[in-house]
């Protein structure tokens, strides 16, 4: 019997099936140490321009030659919305009062931009071996320079519909990210979360619906959620939160300790950081505008109006108001290395089999 993980690692030219989770926030350093211990590392390019993406990717080749990713939003750009803008202030402004802010001098925030024309010639002239998407993918003439610049292509499914939709438009490989992961939920065909499934359940699903390999993400953050994965058929596993536990991710903080106090009931969806579902841990900011949010303006515009009260809370050493990203499963991660978790994970999982 074919083995997939074997196959799926030649396939991306690894010597581990273990990606890093690309994530806004981490030190390039965490990627290319993932990558160099033989994993495939991710760096998060949504938040960065071309210039950035290039800075990053030149970083990651002086500290290795080995496989990694690149990874880019493939949302819809919102519209315009003064009135919803205007609500969204409003609503924060006792906030701002309390913390001594003017809601006239907020700075537009570090956008989250759909992969563009600008972004596929950066991959065209880098040639990264692998770029993955969230939130589907772009546009077919898009996709089609990806290809022609020789990389292989992630896509993120949150459902078997998902999964059959990236299957049909020729990805390589497909994320199926669970419902426990953190960080934003890569959905895009349905905005109904209560419909999300987890990953336990999820990952079978779309092994037996797709014929590409399938990466299993959410609620894996040691050797045995590894093992139950590859039990469940998956080639790979993607793996985020843990790798936040590493020195090489440079976390503030405020997001260390609290990914250091969290249990599994200590997250939750939101919108209110963003405007779309992301899993992190509770705070005030989530407790009190929503979590759920009908207020919070369309993604990413909602990011804009927190950054003033996030850096006002950090400075006084809380993340009241701070996207701490998590998944269910941070309890389980431990403080090392990025390359000791690299191969724990790989290692400790095929012991466990």
């Known amino acids: ?40 590392g991710s760096i998060a390019c949504a938040a960065l321009t071309p210039d950035g993406v290039r800075a990053e990717v030149e970083r990651l080749r002086a500290r290795t030659d080995r496989p990694f990713a690149l990874n880019f939003f493939a949302h819809t750009r919102p519209a315009p919305d003064p009135e919803r803008d205007a609500a969204w202030m409003r609503r924060l402004a006792p906030y701002y009062a309390e913390f001594g802010l003017d809601p006239d001098a907020v700075a537009p925030g570090p956008e989250r931009a759909p992969f563009d024309a600008a972004m596929a010639a950066v991959v065209s002239a880098l040639r990264p071996p692998v770029v993955s998407f969230h939130f589907g993918l772009p546009d077919a003439d898009l996709l089609a320079e990806v290809r022609a610049a020789g990389c ?54 779309v092994v037996d619906a797709v014929n590409v390999p399938v990466i299993a993400a959410g609620g894996i953050a040691d050797a045995r959620g590894v093992a139950a994965a590859f039990a469940l058929g998956a080639a790979a596993v993607q793996v985020g939160t843990a790798y936040l536990f590493c020195a090489e991710a440079g976390l503030s903080v405020v997001h260390r300790t609290a990914l250091s106090e969290s ?72 403080p090392c290395t990025a390359a000791e978790l690299t191969r724990t994970l790989a290692s400790g999982a095929e012991r466990l089999r």
Do not use: Y
Not at 312 to 331: C, K
């Open 1 to 40: 019997m074919s083995n997939p993980r074997a196959a799926f690692c030649e396939r991306f030219g690894l010597e581990l099936p273990v990606i890093q989770a690309p994530m806004i926030g981490p030190k390039p350093a965490l990627a290319s140490a993932v990558s160099a211990a033989g994993g495939l």
């Open 152 to 205: 292989r292509i992630l896509g993120c499914a949150t459902t078997v519909a998902e999964a059959r939709w990236l299957a049909a438009r020729g990805v390589d490989a497909i994320v199926a990210q669970g419902f426990e992961a953190g960080g934003h939920r890569g959905l895009f065909l349905s905005a109904d979360i209560g419909r999300q499934v987890g990953t336990i359940a999820l990952v079978p699903q």
């Open 263 to 334: 249990s599994d009931s200590d997250t939750a969806l939101t919108t209110v950081f963003t405007g779309r579902p992301a899993r992190g841990i509770l705070n005030r900011a989530m407790r009190e505008l929503g979590p759920i949010s009908p207020d919070a303006p369309a993604f990413p515009r909602a990011a804009a109006a927190l950054q003033p009260l996030r850096a006002a809370a950090e400075a006084q050493g809380s993340g009241a108001f701070s996207p701490l990203w998590s998944g269910q499963a941070a309890a389980l991660a431990q």
